[in-house]
C-alpha cells in the first residue's frame, strides 16, 4: 500500500516537473485543486498538501474561488539552491562549496551559504528547515553522527532533493558524492612500505565510515605485501562533539604508542586526515622524536596546512573541487527529474608526497 505521505510528495514532484518545464507564464492559470482531484484520481487532501508544498516554494499561488496560478516575481524556488556545511572555516569545504557556486552560475542558480560555525545543533537546525526555505534543492556536508542521519530520514521523507558530500548512508538512497576513501587509504599504505616500513599505526576518528574506508585500505594495502596488522596499533579519536579539538586524545594515543617496548612501536603514523597528522607532529616533538628521523607521517586531506607543516606532509589529496562540481551536477539533474535514478559518484584521489616519509 503506498502511503498518504508518498502520495502528496509524488503529486508535488510531478506538478514541480511541469511548472518548471518552461510551458508556462508567471501569473497563468495552472489549475483548481477540484479539477486535479479528478484528473490524478486522488483525494482533496493529498491534492491540498501538495498543492501547499508548491506555494511554499514560490512557484503557485493559491485564489480563493479561482484555483491556483504560476507565481510572479523572483527568486523563486527554482532559481535558489542552499549549501549548508559545518564550518567553512575548513578550507577544504570552502574549495568545494566554491565550485559548487560556480558550477551553479552559468544554470542561473543562487547559492546561499549556511555556514554552522562549528555548532553540529546550528547544522542540523538548518537542516530540519530546508524545506520552509526559498531553496529548490540543497548540497549537504556530511557529519557522520546518529543525529545527522536522523535529520536527513526526516529530509527524505519531505521530498526535499538534495546531494551530500563525503558520506554514503547505507540505508538511506540520497545521492552522494565522496573521495574514493579505500583507494586513499591504499595508497597511504603502499607508499608507507615501499619506504620499508611493517608496523604501521593509524590515528583517526573512526565514527566516520570515510575513516573507516581509510583505515581499510590500509589494511589491504598492508595484507597484500605479506604483512601483519595489528589492531593494536590502531586508535580512535572519537569525539563526542563532531566540531571539537582532537588534540587532547591524538597526544594521548601517541605517548601510548611510544611508551613500549621499541620493538613494539610504530615506524610510522597515518593520520586520517591532515588536522590530525599536524597535531601528531606536535606530540611526537614534545615526546623528543623527529619526522622523518624516527617516525614517518602521512596525512589525508591535502588541506592547506599539509604544505605548512615542517617537514612538509606527505598526504592523499581529495578533490574538493572536483566533489563541488560533481555534486551540483547531480542536484541539478534531480530538479530536472525528480523521478530519475539516484546517483552516487566515488572520485579519485592522488598521492601528494613531500618530506614527512
Known amino acids: 500500500m503506498v502511503s498518504a505521505t508518498a502520495l502528496y510528495v509524488d503529486l508535488a514532484n510531478s506538478l514541480r516537473v511541469e511548472l518548471t ?20 484520481k486522488l483525494s482533496r487532501v493529498t491534492v491540498r498538501k501538495a498543492s501547499d508544498v508548491l506555494i511554499g516554494e514560490g512557484l503557485l499561488e493559491r485564489r480563493p474561488g479561482k484555483g491556483l496560478f504560476v507565481c ?6 527554482t532559481s535558489v539552491i542552499q549549501v549548508v556545511c559545518g564550518n ?15 558550477a551553479a552560475r552559468p544554470h542561473g542558480f543562487q547559492v546561499q551559504l549556511y555556514d554552522a560555525h562549528g555548532s553540529m545543533a546550528e547544522d542540523l537546525e538548518a537542516i530540519r528547515g530546508l524545506p520552509s526555505t526559498q531553496a529548490r534543492g540543497a548540497i ?16 527524505k521523507a519531505s521530498g526535499f532533493p538534495c546531494v551530500l558530500i563525503d558520506q554514503r548512508l547505507a ?9 574514493d576513501n579505500h583507494a586513499g587509504g591504499e595508497l597511504a599504505g603502499r607508499a608507507l612500505i615501499s619506504q620499508g616500513h611493517k608496523r604501521i599505526a593509524f590515528i583517526g576518528d573512526l565514527e566516520a565510515d570515510t575513516v573507516q574506508r581509510r583505515l581499510a585500505g590500509l589494511r589491504d594495502a598492508v595484507g597484500d605485501a605479506g604483512l601483519p596488522f595489528s589492531r593494536a596499533l590502531v586508535r580512535d579519536v572519537a569525539p563526542d562533539d563532531r ?19 621499541s620493538a613494539e612501536r610504530p615506524t610510522a603514523i597515518f593520520a586520517s586526515c591532515d588536522a590530525i597528522a599536524r597535531d601528531i607532529y606536535a606530540a611526537l616533538g614534545r615526546m623528543g622524536l623527529m619526522v622523518p628521523r624516527d617516525v614517518s ?17 606527505t598526504t592523499v589529496r581529495q578533490p574538493f573541487a572536483e566533489m563541488g562540481r560533481a555534486a551540483f551536477e547531480m542536484l541539478h539533474r534531480r530538479l530536472l527529474d525528480p523521478t530519475a535514478p539516484v546517483e552516487h559518484r566515488l572520485i579519485p584521489v592522488t598521492l601528494v608526497e613531500r618530506s614527512s616519509l
Open 140 to 155: 549537504i556536508f556530511a557529519l557522520h553522527a546518529v543525529a545527522f542521519a536522523e535529520a536527513l530520514y526526516a529530509l
Open 243 to 261: 566540531f571539537a579539538s582532537w588534540t587532547a586524545q591524538t597526544e594521548r594515543h601517541v605517548q601510548e604508542l611510544f611508551t613500549v617496548p
Open 297 to 313: 607521517v602521512i596525512g589525508f586531506d591535502d588541506d592547506p596546512l599539509a604544505a605548512t607543516l615542517a617537514p612538509g606532509l
Open 88 to 102: 567553512l572555516g575548513w578550507a577544504p569545504s570552502l574549495q568545494a562549496t566554491r565550485a559548487v557556486q560556480e
Open 171 to 179: 540505508d538511506l538512497d540520497i545521492p552522494s558524492v565522496m573521495a
Open 21 to 40: 518545464s518552461g510551458r508556462y507564464r508567471p501569473g497563468q492559470a495552472f489549475a483548481s485543486e477540484h479539477d486535479l482531484v479528478r484528473s490524478r
Open 72 to 77: 510572479n516575481g523572483l527568486p523563486t524556488r
